[in-house]
Each structure stands twice: as C-alpha cells, then as structure tokens.
C-alpha cells in the first residue's frame, strides 16, 4: 500500500506544475488531504523526495521551475537542527540553507543565517523567484494537525468580526535611539494611516505609563487572550529569543509575556490568525529544540501560519517587511499568503517607482539617522533570508467585499445621521461611529510613577479596555439585497475627526467599509 501511494505522490503531472511539495516519506500519508485539496483546486502539483543535501533538493525543484509555470514551494518536516550531522540527514527532515550574515553580525548574531529563501530563489539572483512556506512538522500526527488547521481554516464557515480584527502586541523597544525610532514610527504609522479605517485594531503594550498597557501582572494572560479571541493578523513586535518573547519589566519586577510551554493554552480554533513575529530568534527553525514560532504553528488553537526570524533581527528591515506584508494583504488584497509574502520581499529589495508612503517615510529616516546608512540594502537584502514562513503558501486568503456608504443628516452632537449601505452580502450587520485612531475616545490618566497597591494596578485594566475600543455608538441591523439603512444619534461628547465603519457578516465571505467625518458643533 505505501509503494502505491508514493508512485502517486511522486508522479509528475503532465502539465508543467505550479507547485513543488518536498515530503519525505514518513509524512507522505498525512499530506495526503492537502494534496487531494489543493489539486480539486486546479494545482498541477508534483512532490519530490528528499534529497542527501539542501543543494541537491534545489536542483530538483529548479528543474520543474525551468519548465515556467512554478509558482509555490511547500517544505513537508523540520529542519535538523545546526548541532546535528549535516552530511547524514535524520528521517523526515529537509534541511534549511546557511548564508553568511553580513549586517546583523555586527550587532552579536551569528555568522550565518538559517534560511529556505535559496529554495525560492532559482535564478541565483538572491531574490525569491516562488513563494515559498514550511509544514514543520516532526510527526505525521502533527503534520495532520497543521493540514488539518489549514484546510479548515479556507472551508470554515465563520465571516464573524475576527476577520476584520488587527491585534498587536508590543514590549518595550530598547534596541537604541535610531532602531526604537524606527520601530515606533512604523508601528505608529501601521495603526492609523496603512490599515484600513474598516479594519479594528487593538494594542497590547509593555509599557506601563501607557494607556494600551493592561495591569502588567496580567500581561501574559491578555497576550494568550487577543490570541485566542481570532483576528485576522497577530503581531508581535519587541524583543525575542528562540523559545520565547521577551518580559514586560516594571519597577522591581518583570512578567512573561509568551514562550513554547504555553503553545498549549491558545484556543484559536476556528478563527486563527495569522502570526507576525517582529522578534530575534524566534523562527530559529535549527535550534537543538523546537522554536516558537513551530510550536505556535502545531497548537491546535494556535495561528493558521507564523512568519518569523531565525537570527537577530533589526528594526528597520523587520518595518519594511511588515509594511509590506500588511500592504500586499489589507491594500493589495493578494489572494495567497504566500505570495504576498512574495511580493513583500521582492519590493523591499526592489521598490517599485510609486512605492508607498510608509516605504518612503521609512528609508528617509533611516537615511537621515541610522548609524550606519551605506549598509541599509545590506540590511534589507538581509532580512530576505532572515524571515520564513511557517505554514502553507497556498494559504487563501479571504478577502472582504466592500461596503459603499452615503450619509445624509447633520454630524453635529445630539443629531441624527443616516447610513445607507451597499455591498454583495447579505446577513447581520454592524455599523459603528469610532474615533479616528490616532485619538483615544477619553481622556487618559497621567502615570508618571508606578503604582505599588494591587487595586492601582487592577484600574489598568479599564483604562487598557477603553483604549482599545474606539467607538462612541454603534447600531444592529441587517443588510438584505445587499442594502441596509440606520439611523445613528450622535452621542452629545462626540467631537472632532471620526470614523463610519460597517461590517456584514454573510455565510461564505463578508463585507465591510469605512468613510471618515469631522463631528463639529
């Protein structure tokens, strides 16, 4: 039974194939599912076995992609890790590639980097040419697990709010003057110009005079929650290691934030997100253990898929990758993970003449302060190898239908305003008045000293809710052939720039949308 389920496997279809599976053969039965799936899908797939070295399995999948038409990579095992024997490959492993690291050496990585990228890269021009993910499974049964998490993740049914949601975490920077800069104002420009006004982004941050930052005690337990709840991306931004995030500290203590024992405890199913993890070390794919990000990605209620570092990362190329990525996905809506992760890399070596505002914000600051500015390509082209896809390229994306809205009525405090409503779904919908997100709905308290009783602590945790929830009212209805209309009453402190935004929550896909309004006396 197994020779007969290899030679299918291992068959190569007659059209050139869009798709190359590496799979050693313990794995073979467990993709199985995904292989049947992805071929109903149209794929033309052919699977490849697993050569004695990385360069070996490259000359394979550079054969097929010399035939045109290669689009995706999918890497089926973990890696070996960097201690074992590299010329006697252990069971049901593909081996990652070595580069030499040039730029982040500098600041205590080592001196080479744990890479699939040269995988992708098939015209020897150090740019990915395919996309390119990982199933870094280290048994069937979790190798089913990930399939299985996939699979349900493009046929679930659920278009609730959590496909609309953009959760952030972030520690404190500390990585120095011109990095912490950077990374701050990219962050800052993600959460209130990149995204989208329709999508609902929340923060959870390690600093603790900040209204974002939950009782720091708690920090952990909000972490592993905004995880949990579903949302569309998870990003974490700060410091990392291989086996977890780093501690929130505080005057006289320090909390965990994230590491592998709690993989377990992430209860995503059925809304998983995908994960951002804009951290050192935390996809370091050949540690002597699993690493963060693979634990993150075998977690039944873990994300769907996990892109992560496997070295020291820095915060100028993890910005413009991220910008990127969130672009390709919430701006230019690419129908595979996968290939905008693709599209990100390529630009960030190769801007494209109307790169966007946030690429141009971010190379003129880093040109103006960065220590060493002759080496920001370096650091870019870097970056390339640095970051891997845990997780299936061929992941679909659902992207939302728009929502047209026209308003009529006064935004004047204490009137009502009338929302109409058109889009392609019908079903239950919401339509919300927030503040821009640049504003808060309140006025914060000052914190300039820390507090030292458990009740003063405990009130971080209001304060840390009402940050993350923008809206001064909202109204229930329901969109049928395509159109609803409501009558919204703008609340009597409701004042300066804001936001409409709706969202239709239909049985196979969902909708949303977004206008910008000035409330004004």
Same mark, same amino acid.
């Given at each position: $039974?197994?020779?007969?389920?290899?030679?299918?496997?291992?068959?190569?279809? #007659?059209?050139?194939?869009? =798709?190359?599976?590496?799979?050693?053969?313990?794995?073979?039965?467990?993709?199985?599912?995904?292989?049947?799936?992805?071929?109903?899908?149209?794929?033309?797939?052919?699977?490849?076995?697993?050569?004695?070295?990385?360069?070996?399995?490259? &000359?394979?999948?550079?054969?097929?992609?010399?035939?045109?038409?290669?689009?995706?990579?999918?890497?089926?095992?973990?890696?070996?890790?960097?201690?074992?024997?590299?010329?006697?490959?252990?069971?049901?492993?593909?081996?990652?590639?070595?580069?030499?690291?040039?730029?982040?050496?500098?600041?205590?990585?080592?001196?080479?980097?744990?890479?699939?990228?040269?995988?992708?890269?098939?015209?020897?021009?150090?740019?990915?040419?395919?996309?390119?993910?990982?199933?870094?499974?280290?048994?069937?049964?979790?190798?089913?697990?990930?399939?299985?998490?996939?699979?349900?993740?493009?046929?679930?049914?659920?278009? &609730?709010?959590?496909?609309?949601?953009?959760?952030?975490?972030?520690?404190?920077?500390?990585?120095?003057?011109?990095?912490?800069?950077?990374? #701050?104002?990219?962050?800052?420009?993600?959460?209130?110009?990149?995204?989208?006004?329709?999508?609902?982004? @929340?923060?959870?941050?390690? @600093?603790?005079?900040?209204?974002?930052?939950?009782?720091?005690?708690?920090?952990?337990?909000?972490?592993?929650?905004?995880?949990?709840?579903?949302?569309?991306?998870?990003?974490?931004?700060?410091?990392?290691?291989?086996?977890?995030?780093?501690?929130?500290?505080?005057?006289?203590?320090?909390?965990?934030?994230?590491?592998?024992?709690?993989?377990?405890?992430?209860?995503?199913?059925?809304?998983?997100?995908?994960?951002?993890?804009?951290?050192?070390?935390?996809?370091?794919?050949?540690?002597?253990?699993?690493?963060?990000? #693979?634990?993150?990605?075998?977690?039944?209620?873990?994300?769907?898929?996990?892109?992560?570092?496997?070295?020291? =990362? $820095?915060?100028?190329?993890?910005?413009?990758?991220?910008?990127?990525?969130?672009?390709?996905?919430?701006?230019?809506?690419?129908?595979?993970?996968?290939?905008a992760i693709l599209q990100a890399k390529r630009t960030m070596v190769k801007p494209s003449p109307d790169a966007s505002e946030m690429r141009t914000v971010l190379d003129a600051l880093a040109t103006a302060v960065s220590p060493a500015p002759s080496k920001l390509a370096a650091e870019r082209a870097e970056h390339l190898l640095l970051f891997n896809l845990f997780g299936d390229p061929l992941l679909r994306l659902h992207n939302p239908q728009?929502?047209?809205?026209?308003?009529?009525?006064?935004?004047?405090?204490?009137?009502?305003?009338?929302?109409?409503?058109?889009?392609?779904?019908?079903?239950?919908?919401?339509?919300?008045?927030?503040?821009?997100?640049?504003?808060?709905? +309140?006025?914060?308290?000052?914190?300039?000293?820390?507090?030292? =009783?458990?009740?003063?602590?405990?009130? +971080?945790?209001?304060?840390?809710?009402?940050?993350?929830?923008?809206?001064?009212?909202?109204?229930? =209805?329901?969109?049928?052939?395509?159109?609803?209309?409501?009558?919204?009453?703008?609340?009597?402190?409701?004042?300066?720039?804001? @936001?409409?935004?709706?969202?239709?929550?239909?049985?196979?896909?969902?909708?949303?949308?977004?206008? #910008?309004?000035?409330?004004?006396?």
């Amino acid at each position: $039974m197994t020779s007969i389920l290899l030679a299918v496997l291992l068959a190569v279809p #007659e059209a050139s194939p869009d =798709t190359v599976v590496v799979c050693p053969s313990p794995f073979c039965q467990a993709m199985e599912p995904w292989l049947q799936y992805r071929r109903d899908q149209g794929h033309e797939i052919v699977v490849v076995s697993v050569g004695s070295s990385a360069e070996e399995i490259r &000359g394979q999948i550079r054969k097929y992609y010399k035939q045109g038409g290669l689009k995706f990579i999918v890497l089926v095992g973990d890696s070996p890790a960097i201690t074992e024997v590299r010329d006697a490959l252990p069971p049901g492993r593909v081996p990652v590639h070595y580069a030499a690291a040039k730029v982040n050496v500098l600041w205590g990585s080592e001196p080479h980097i744990a890479t699939d990228n040269r995988y992708a890269d098939l015209d020897d021009d150090q740019i990915p040419d395919v996309a390119i993910g990982r199933l870094t499974a280290d048994t069937p049964e979790q190798l089913a697990r990930i399939v299985g998490k996939t699979l349900d993740y493009e046929q679930g049914a659920g278009f &609730g709010p959590w496909r609309r949601r953009v959760s952030f975490v972030a520690g404190v920077g500390g990585f120095g003057r011109f990095a912490d800069l950077v990374l #701050e104002s990219s962050v800052r420009f993600l959460l209130t110009r990149q995204i989208p006004a329709e999508y609902a982004v @929340n923060m959870t941050y390690g @600093n603790w005079r900040s209204p974002y930052c939950p009782d720091p005690r708690q920090f952990h337990d909000m972490t592993v929650q905004r995880l949990s709840e579903g949302c569309l991306f998870w990003v974490y931004v700060g410091h990392g290691l291989p086996y977890s995030l780093d501690r929130v500290s505080v005057p006289d203590a320090d909390y965990p934030i994230l590491s592998v024992a709690d993989a377990h405890q992430l209860n995503a199913a059925g809304q998983p997100p995908i994960a951002l993890l804009l951290a050192c070390y935390t996809g370091a794919i050949d540690a002597v253990e699993d690493c963060l990000a #693979e634990e993150m990605l075998r977690a039944p209620g873990g994300p769907v898929a996990v892109v992560a570092g496997s070295r020291v =990362t $820095m915060p100028y190329a993890m910005a413009v990758l991220s910008c990127g990525l969130l672009e390709q996905c919430v701006g230019q809506r690419c129908s595979t993970l996968g290939e905008a992760i693709l599209q990100a890399k390529r630009t960030m070596v190769k801007p494209s003449p109307d790169a966007s505002e946030m690429r141009t914000v971010l190379d003129a600051l880093a040109t103006a302060v960065s220590p060493a500015p002759s080496k920001l390509a370096a650091e870019r082209a870097e970056h390339l190898l640095l970051f891997n896809l845990f997780g299936d390229p061929l992941l679909r994306l659902h992207n939302p239908q728009p929502i047209g809205l026209d308003l009529s009525g006064s935004a004047k405090p204490g009137q009502v305003l009338r929302i109409a409503g058109t889009c392609t779904v019908d079903g239950p919908a919401t339509v919300e008045l927030t503040v821009r997100r640049d504003r808060l709905s +309140f006025r914060p308290p000052l914190r300039s000293i820390y507090p030292t =009783t458990s009740d003063e602590l405990s009130r +971080f945790q209001e304060i840390y809710r009402r940050a993350n929830d923008p809206r001064l009212t909202s109204v229930e =209805t329901a969109a049928h052939d395509g159109r609803f209309l409501v009558e919204m009453t703008i609340p009597a402190y409701a004042e300066g720039p804001c @936001n409409i935004r709706a969202f239709v929550e239909g049985e196979r896909t969902f909708a949303m949308g977004a206008v #910008e309004i000035a409330v004004e006396d």
